[in-house]
């Protein structure tokens, strides 16, 4: 088991970010500022249109600010041409979508392959570490199947498999269980929260479950493009019965808290 | 009813909007009909007009009445007044031989009242003025004639006319059309009636009555009612020309605007078709919402129906008159060839403009049917969660129909009996296409297998992804089929095309010839031209025409050589079962005799028969011993020389066929050599040239219906990138959310373009050439050349299916740099 340590994995300073809505902008992000330390599983949450995801897409480097800085490991990456971004995104980070984002032609395995054939590494290389990662995403006989021909949860352990093959420190996960069942989301956040506590890798998730927040050992709370909560969300949380949980209650009762 | 208001409303608002990918579309449904309608009209207009010059200037006449005694004329009055009588024209003919400068020219003299003559067969002058005051020493000639001799309206030339020398007034300039028409050497004058009967001296009747069936009678029961109220012993009653023959000739010359009419319907099909699947499944979420708020299944496939109804009438609509336009475009384009030669009658038939504008509706319908049905029954809550996936069928199944279909459609053709010879071929033409469309997805595969490996090693990742994006890829593949359909229907147009040309104007093609000259010519003539500078090959040749019988069967043209080799590969001669070595050096040693496909076809006698030539009331036994189609000469028998000396005391040459280093300064010294005796003498490119001249107008309109197809396959092309953009838009942003950078994305998008360009192009090539193969078997029976097929035509069209894909990929390597990835990815 790994543990946390103090190093900052990512910092947001002053993230504002303005969408176009008809002729005005929409300010969705009204100057965050937050630090996320290696080896956190942060849980980000709040109602919808508050800015979450937008906030998960200008750190994990898919979106851009208006202004501000978001720094991975100490190098600020808002400046980044697309060259130098696209293989941070390949190295550094992992990203898992709510809709899984597989390439349909490809298979499991070659869409597991994929950041690494993009970041011109030789596939042999990596069988072993193949093998293994379809080991822990319960995935070694279905190697060979095409995205079509897997269940929505299977779908998303490929998704997670192709996010940690290239073993980045970050893993971005965007409401991960949103398009899922209780049972199978469950399986997928007992990954994520296994990836985090066996093998140290920060995780920032989005969602909207009470549920799946609670495996976190951080929750920020956004609400308007501000954070309103970067500590426990336990307010939040007590009045999340506004939402309607996909999992069944009690179900993450088990979950260990780690210390920053 | 609420419901449906609101979703017409919903399309209306969306063909208004003129979006770029209804743009194509309905760009592809008005250029489908558009070219539908201008190569069914133009296929019609030129059938017609090769008809029109197989007749030549018996135009609409269709039986000749003569008297079997050549000297007596026959008067109007011995035609019995029947009711399937048309029109009568009474002709008196005659023959003369123009000459100037070395050219020896014969003509056919003809008069008849020009009254009654236009009646069947109108003249056309060149001034577009009618004929006033046509008498004495007055002569119209073809401006295709005049033209060559330099010769204007009012000069006065001579003619040799049974051997004196007569001066004539050149009264008029005729168009070379109507009755100036023909088929054969030579040019036809017209003369005053007056003129004519007395330089022939033919005082009363005519040589010869042209008979126009009156309307709705056939040529069959005219002629049977002529025999039956004619004594058959004074009256040869015949048909002038055989309507079967003539249409069918036509319709093989017109052959590639049919082809056409056939590719452009192919291709708009599949553009209508992958457009509708696309628009439908981006309708997916409307669908939904609207089935969700209470449309019925019905009421959702009707409106969309609906909506396709509005594109095909749209297209019909517009696309008759703009075919119109074009046709008329075409058709003055080239109305400066036709003021010197041949008019094309326009035929714009009710067909030519209904069947397009069917098409248009129906392909539009049709096409649309299917992914609308399917769409409109999807579960509402599949479609509302967007969960919608695209069905997977059975690949095993699809394979093994097109590979079933594939070999039918090659055995077909080959195999079927001659009368099913063009259903065969048109079930090969679509089969090929429709197991090529199904075998796409397995050939891609394959191929993508192995460019996967060689890229790897190219372009490391990048080649590898690229190479594997390809496989399993549905809008690859579609893309890839109709890429393939475009392209062979570009190769089979050109082949085809080309080959009727060279068909009309080359009959020399393939024939090892430089020059003719033909007189009469004794050995030291032979031998002073064979010791002409330059001179390569010289062939004496005896010519005896309807002279000698086959069987009692007239011979019309019978020719003998000493060298059957050199005059098989200077004619062309194409023999039917091959001929063996052995027969090539048996021909001169016996009486043996080569006899033409249509000679044996016209008196039933066959290869290995023993058959009596007479002449002269002798007798002699020939021996059959191989028969031959040739274009390059008219020849129905040819024997070896010694024995047409010995049996039928030839001894002076008709013909001499040469082939020289500079054929134009041999054929100016045979000339001279000729001197005043009458010859006819040219090099083989002064004969195309000649034959160039008049069907250039012909030419013309398949050129710029080749341009149109390729212009339909262009936005066929253009219509499926944008789809495959549309399609690809997410995988591309999928794919940059995993590290892809624009950079490595132009190198995967422009290798994919290449590399399904490439598929695309040797699959057209593959089954382009079977196509032509099936082509040139269902018309093989009736011609004599074989299909000139040039690598540099399947080549440029490969090359050119790679360009096309590869600048289809521009836009969307533009358009993903700009790529908003968020959105992209976000929403399913």
Not at chain 2, 635 to 651: H, L, R, W
Request: aromatic letters at 8%.
């Amino acid at each position: 088991m790994k543990t946390l340590n103090s190093q900052v994995a990512i910092e947001g300073k002053n993230i504002v970010k303005y969408f176009p809505s008809g002729e005005t902008n929409t300010k969705v992000l009204q100057g965050i500022s937050l630090k996320i330390m290696q080896g956190e599983f942060i849980s980000i949450m709040g109602p919808s249109g508050s800015g979450k995801s937008t906030l998960l897409y200008i750190l994990s480097g898919l979106d851009s600010p208006t202004s501000g800085s978001v720094y991975i490991n100490g190098t600020d990456i808002s400046h980044f041409q697309d060259e130098k971004m696209s293989r941070m995104r390949r190295q550094q980070v992992g990203f898992v979508f709510q809709f899984y984002n597989l390439i349909p032609n490809l298979n499991v395995e070659e869409n597991i392959m994929l950041p690494l054939l993009l970041d011109g590494k030789k596939i042999r290389d990596y069988r072993k570490q193949l093998d293994h990662i379809l080991q822990m995403v319960g995935l070694l006989n279905r190697r060979k199947h095409t995205p079509r021909q897997l269940s929505g949860g299977q779908q998303q352990r490929v998704a997670i498999a192709r996010a940690l093959i290239t073993n980045p420190q970050i893993l971005f996960a965007d409401e991960p269980t949103g398009n899922l069942d209780s049972k199978t989301g469950l399986e997928i956040i007992n990954l994520l929260k296994t990836i985090n506590h066996e093998y140290g890798q920060t995780i920032i998730m989005v969602t909207h479950s009470p549920e799946a927040a609670k495996s976190s050992n951080r929750i920020i709370i956004i609400q308007d493009g501000l954070i309103i909560d970067n500590e426990s969300g336990a307010s939040y949380l007590q009045s999340s019965n506004i939402y309607s949980p996909p999992m069944s209650s009690g179900m993450f009762y088990g979950h260990e808290q780690h210390q920053a | 009813m609420f419901i449906l208001t609101i979703i017409l409303k919903y399309i209306l608002t969306n063909l208004k909007e003129h979006k770029l990918r209804t743009s194509v579309m309905l760009l592809s449904i008005l250029l489908s009909t558009i070219l539908l309608f201008v190569s069914l009209s133009i296929g019609a207009s030129y059938e017609s007009a090769q008809k029109k010059m197989a007749r030549g200037m018996t135009g609409s006449a269709t039986i000749s009445v003569t008297t079997k005694d050549s000297a007596t004329g026959i008067s109007l009055d011995d035609i019995p007044d029947l009711p399937e009588i048309g029109v009568k024209v009474g002709i008196i003919t005659g023959s003369a031989i123009y000459h100037k400068e070395g050219y020896y020219e014969s003509m056919d003299l003809i008069a008849a009242e020009i009254k009654a003559l236009n009646q069947i067969n109108k003249l056309r002058l060149v001034n577009g003025e009618e004929i006033t005051d046509f008498s004495g020493n007055q002569v119209i000639l073809p401006d295709r004639f005049t033209s060559k001799f330099s010769i204007e309206k009012g000069d006065l030339i001579t003619l040799q006319v049974k051997g004196m020398p007569v001066t004539f007034e050149v009264g008029e300039i005729a168009a070379y059309d109507t009755i100036f028409l023909r088929q054969t050497r030579g040019t036809t004058a017209l003369f005053p009636l007056d003129t004519l009967r007395k330089l022939v001296s033919q005082t009363d009747g005519y040589n010869e009555i042209l008979i126009e069936p009156a309307k709705g009678v056939t040529t069959a029961e005219l002629k049977n009612a002529l025999q039956n109220n004619m004594p058959n012993h004074i009256y040869d009653i015949s048909e002038i020309v055989n309507e079967a023959q003539i249409a069918a000739d036509a319709r093989q010359k017109s052959m590639p605007f049919f082809l056409i009419s056939f590719f452009a319907l192919t291709i708009s099909v599949f553009i209508i078709y992958s457009s509708y699947k696309v628009v439908t499944l981006d309708r997916l979420p409307i669908i939904g919402t609207f089935r969700s708020i209470g449309a019925t299944e019905k009421e959702v496939t009707k409106v969309f129906l609906f909506e396709s109804l509005i594109y095909g009438l749209l297209g019909g609509l517009f696309g008759i008159p703009i075919g119109m336009l074009i046709l008329k475009f075409i058709l003055r384009g080239i109305g400066k060839t036709l003021s010197n030669g041949i008019e094309i009658p326009v035929i714009i038939s009710p067909l030519s403009i209904i069947l397009p504008f069917a098409v248009a509706m129906v392909v539009s319908i049709s096409s649309s049917w299917l992914p609308i049905r399917r769409a409109s029954r999807l579960p509402i809550k599949d479609i509302v969660l967007g969960r919608v996936d695209e069905k997977h069928v059975s690949n095993k199944a699809t394979i093994l129909i097109g590979i079933v279909l594939f070999i039918i459609s090659i055995i077909l053709p080959r195999i079927a009996p001659k009368s099913m010879l063009y259903p065969a071929g048109g079930f090969s033409l679509l089969g090929l296409i429709t197991a090529a469309i199904l075998n796409i997805p397995l050939i891609t595969n394959l191929i993508s297998s192995g460019m996967e490996r060689l890229y790897e090693v190219i372009f490391k990742g990048e080649g590898k992804l690229s190479a594997r994006n390809i496989r399993d890829n549905k809008n690859v593949t579609q893309n890839i089929a109709l890429l393939f359909i475009s392209l062979s229907a570009v190769i089979v147009i050109s082949v085809v095309g080309n080959f009727v040309t060279t068909y009309i104007i080359d009959v020399f093609h393939g024939a090892e010839l430089d020059g003719l000259a033909n007189g009469d010519m004794d050995q030291s003539f032979v031998e002073k031209v064979r010791n002409m500078d330059g001179i390569k090959k010289i062939l004496p040749i005896y010519i005896m025409e309807n002279s000698v019988q086959a069987n009692r069967n007239n011979l019309i043209r019978l020719e003998a050589t000493d060298n059957l080799d050199w005059y098989s590969s200077m004619f062309a001669l194409n023999y039917s079962n091959g001929l063996l070595e052995q027969a090539f050096y048996e021909f001169h040693h016996e009486r043996n005799i080569l006899l033409s496909e249509n000679c044996m076809d016209r008196t039933g006698i066959s290869v290995n028969d023993i058959i009596s030539l007479s002449y002269n009331g002798m007798e002699y036994r020939y021996r059959v011993i191989g028969s031959f189609k040739s274009r390059a000469t008219d020849a129905e028998a040819v024997i070896p020389s010694y024995y047409a000396t010995q049996d039928f005391g030839m001894q002076t040459y008709k013909l001499l066929a040469y082939t020289a280093v500079d054929p134009e300064a041999i054929i100016i010294q045979i000339r001279d050599l000729f001197g005043e005796t009458p010859n006819w003498s040219r090099t083989v490119k002064e004969f195309t040239t000649d034959a160039l001249a008049t069907v250039e107008a012909f030419l013309q309109p398949m050129h710029s219906m080749t341009w149109l197809i390729l212009l339909l396959a262009t936005v066929g092309v253009i219509n499926n990138l944008l789809i495959n953009y549309i399609q690809k838009r997410r995988s591309i942003a999928m794919y940059k959310s995993v590290g892809l950078s624009n950079r490595q994305n132009i190198q995967i998008t422009l290798l994919e373009g290449f590399s399904s360009g490439l598929i695309g192009a040797v699959i057209a090539v593959f089954v382009s050439y079977l196509e032509i193969q099936t082509i040139f078997l269902v018309a093989g029976p009736k011609i004599t050349m074989v299909p000139e097929l040039k690598h540099s035509t399947f080549i440029l069209a490969g090359i050119a299916g790679i360009v096309i894909n590869l600048i289809g990929s521009v836009a969307p390597i533009l358009k993903s740099h700009q790529m908003k990835l968020v959105e992209e990815i976000k929403f399913e």
